[in-house]
Nanobody, 123 residues
Framework: DVQLQAFGGGLVQAGGSLRLSCVTSGFNFDDYSIGWFRQAPGKEREGVACISSFVDSIYYSDSVRGRFTISRDNAKNTVYLQMNSLKPEDTAVYYC????????????????WGQGTLVTVSS
């Protein structure tokens, strides 16, 4: 079975940091780009970051560029999202997803999704 499990969410004060992990199994991790998305209450799912299969391409949304860093460890089938200088507007459920089509920024381009992990940033 394909699994993507996101970990690391929690409650943090504004200006703080969190590191999310996405542990995957059940598919050929090396062949997939992995993205992080987030969805706040009442809002559409937003692409936050994406990393290509061999790290030759990385995407960040304007809202997180310079604060968030995406990375991957192909030996561990895991992708990370280091989130620094967190703001209250970063509060959302964060999801990781896998895309076989290369770099992908839209939810519809992704093949597999994990469950979310809640990040709450207090002011």
């Amino acid at each position: 079975d394909v699994q993507l499990q996101a970990f690391g969410g929690g409650l943090v004060q504004a200006g703080g940091s969190l590191r999310l992990s996405c542990v995957t199994s059940g598919f050929n991790f090396d062949d997939y780009s992995i993205g992080w998305f987030r969805q706040a209450p009442g809002k559409e799912r937003e692409g936050v970051a994406c990393i290509s299969s061999f790290v030759d391409s990385i995407y960040y949304s304007d809202s997180v560029r310079g604060r968030f860093t995406i990375s991957r460890d192909n030996a561990k089938n895991t992708v990370y999202l280091q989130m620094n200088s967190l703001k209250p507007e970063d509060t959302a459920v964060y999801y990781c997803a896998a895309a076989s089509s290369g770099m992908a920024t839209m939810p519809r381009e992704y093949d597999y999704w994990g469950q979310g992990t809640l990040v709450t940033v207090s002011s």
